[in-house]
């Protein structure tokens, strides 16, 4: 049978009938907040105790819904510290690709890294670029082949770059530039990009500009890393983007989290610890203190390994 949409009196009963909830314990000014998706879908695996023949949930006989408020509590403690990590992540990703942009372009002679021209390079029709080798492109150097799908991200990115000193933007430095001089230079355009964008301008750079932010993230200066090793920090770049969507649009975390098979779980972990160690080194770090947080009363044989992925999580934050 499939889901249909249910008034909030319908959630209620629902929640009464189906998943054995005490009705006393319901906060009905929780469903004024949040919907049925925010607030009990996420945590369903966590406080069942099975499933039946049909594979729907088995409820223990009278479940409290403060059990699911704890878990929405948890879920968003995280996702707050995971906006301020990852928000110091992203700010290093933008400084660092202004930085790197800004003086290839002035060492090109470009004093006022305005001039996108070089763009076109890779905007011409029936041809494949790459801006693997970014730094011998204001050299005039070799270009080199790519896949049409990294071509095709690549492409829209720099014509938003190279058309941002004429189309309308919502971003107030781009419109300053815009009014007051006519042209939008690099180091501004950078501010008005998205993560996403930032992270395929990224991909254009040499392994030798990618090595230094590697280093920057780690904490490393001056070492030197393996192609591998770049790579790996290039696909949790793309995690990273992942959870900031998820927490940019006040979505739970808990799905994704659960979601992550086991066996690569231990990465997931990893980069927590990792943007958590980036964001302690920060000029702008402050502490982070989570709520507290009660005893997990649901665990049980069907719920373990969900619950002790979220103490991982919650081990690898704090």
């Not at 006989?61 to 992203?90: A, H, K, P, W």
């Not at 060492?107 to 021209?117: L, R, T, W």
């Not at 300053?176 to 690099?186: C, D, L, N, T």
């Not at 070492?223 to 006040?250: C, G, M, T």
Request: charged share 25%; with cysteine.
């Amino acid at each position: 049978m499939k889901k249909q949409y249910q008034t909030i009196g319908a959630q209620i009963v629902n929640l009464e009938k189906n998943k054995n909830v005490d009705k006393t314990t319901i906060n009905l000014r929780c469903f004024d907040e949040k919907t049925y998706l925010d607030l009990i879908t996420p945590y369903s695996d966590l406080i069942a105790i099975g499933r039946d023949a049909k594979n729907k949930h088995i409820y223990p006989t009278n479940v409290s819904f403060d059990e699911y408020l704890e878990y929405n509590r948890i879920d968003t403690s995280v996702c707050n510290y995971l906006q301020l990590i990852i928000g110091c992540f992203e700010k290093m990703m933008k400084n660092f690709l202004m930085h790197a942009y800004c003086s290839k372009m002035k060492n090109a002679g470009d004093k006022q890294v305005k001039d996108f021209s070089w763009v076109n390079r890779y905007l011409r029709r029936g041809r494949v670029f790459d801006l693997l080798k970014i730094n011998e492109v204001f050299s005039g150097g070799s270009i080199q082949p790519a896949g049409s799908n990294i071509i095709g991200r690549r492409k829209k990115v720099l014509k938003t770059l190279s058309s941002m000193s004429t189309s309308s933007s919502k971003n107030h430095m781009v419109q300053h530039y815009q009014s007051k001089y006519g042209y939008v230079p690099m180091f501004v355009a950078i501010h008005s990009l998205t993560l996403g964008q930032l992270l395929t301008l990224f991909s254009m750079l040499s392994q030798n500009d990618k090595n230094e932010l590697v280093c920057i993230f780690n904490g490393t200066s001056g070492k030197r890393y393996p192609d591998s090793s770049i790579e790996k920090f290039e696909k949790d770049a793309l995690r990273i983007q992942v959870i900031r969507n998820i927490i940019n649009h006040y979505e739970p975390i808990f799905p994704f989290i659960q979601n992550t098979e086991m066996k690569t779980f231990g990465s997931l972990t990893d980069l927590f610890e990792k943007l958590k160690e980036n964001y302690k080194r920060s000029v702008s770090y402050h502490p982070y203190s989570f709520t507290t947080i009660k005893t997990l009363t649901s665990r049980n044989s069907y719920s373990l390994e969900f619950h002790i992925k979220i103490e991982r999580v919650l081990n690898s934050l704090t």
